[in-house]
């Protein structure tokens, strides 16, 4: 009966310290995410976020197409250096700086309409989740999504 205890003590002292490193890898919005339509609740993109000098930058990696739409576009209604370039490889987040619990002082294209906006990301459920904002003027005047982390 000692060696079980024994056993189960040492299990539960690998998993007491293996779950605070977890929550502080996973609270990073560093990674790959799923992005979802607003209307159809459909994904559209996969989105790997990357962090360079303190500052994350995000680039479209995979669209999610319907057979009959053009597997590779282009950004045609993007009004900067991105007009007419594929949007698979696109950066379309960038600037985003770590302040208190979020990152802010970034900006966001929405290569559907070629805008870009402020933007700013907080972290949710532990790292599984992130809700990035894209607004004018102030975060009051915008629009959130929630991503979802893919790994």
Same mark, same amino acid.
Not at 17 to 36: H, R
Not at 94 to 117: A, C, F, H, Q
């Given at each position: 009966?000692?060696?079980?205890?024994?056993?189960?003590?040492?299990?539960?002292?690998?998993?007491?310290?293996?779950? /605070?490193?977890?929550?502080?890898?996973?609270?990073?919005?560093?990674?790959?995410?799923?992005?979802?339509?607003?209307?159809?609740? +459909?994904?559209?993109?996969?989105?790997?976020?990357?962090?360079?000098?303190?500052?994350?930058?995000? *680039?479209?990696?995979?669209?999610?197409?319907?057979?009959?739409?053009?597997?590779?576009?282009?950004?045609?209604?993007?009004?900067?250096?991105? +007009?007419?370039?594929?949007i698979i490889g696109m950066t379309i987040l960038?600037?985003?700086?770590?302040?208190?619990?979020?990152?802010?002082?970034?900006?966001?294209?929405?290569?559907?309409?070629? +805008?870009?906006? +402020?933007? *700013?990301?907080?972290?949710?459920?532990?790292?599984?989740?992130?809700?990035?904002?894209?607004?004018?003027?102030? /975060?009051?005047?915008?629009?959130s999504q929630v991503w979802l982390r893919q790994?």
């Open positions: 009966m000692r060696p079980l205890i024994r056993a189960a003590a040492l299990a539960a002292f690998a998993t007491a310290l293996a779950t /605070p490193l977890a929550w502080a890898q996973d609270a990073s919005p560093v990674g790959l995410w799923k992005t979802i339509d607003d209307a159809s609740g +459909k994904p559209t993109a996969l989105i790997r976020i990357t962090e360079n000098q303190g500052e994350l930058q995000g *680039k479209i990696e995979k669209l999610f197409r319907t057979p009959d739409q053009d597997q590779n576009p282009k950004c045609t209604s993007c009004r900067d250096a991105r +007009k007419d370039q594929p960038s600037g985003l700086r770590k302040d208190g619990d979020e990152y802010t002082g970034g900006e966001i294209l929405d290569p559907k309409n070629g +805008k870009v906006y +402020k933007s *700013k990301l907080s972290v949710h459920e532990g790292g599984r989740k992130i809700e990035v904002r894209g607004y004018v003027g102030v /975060p009051m005047f915008g629009r790994e």
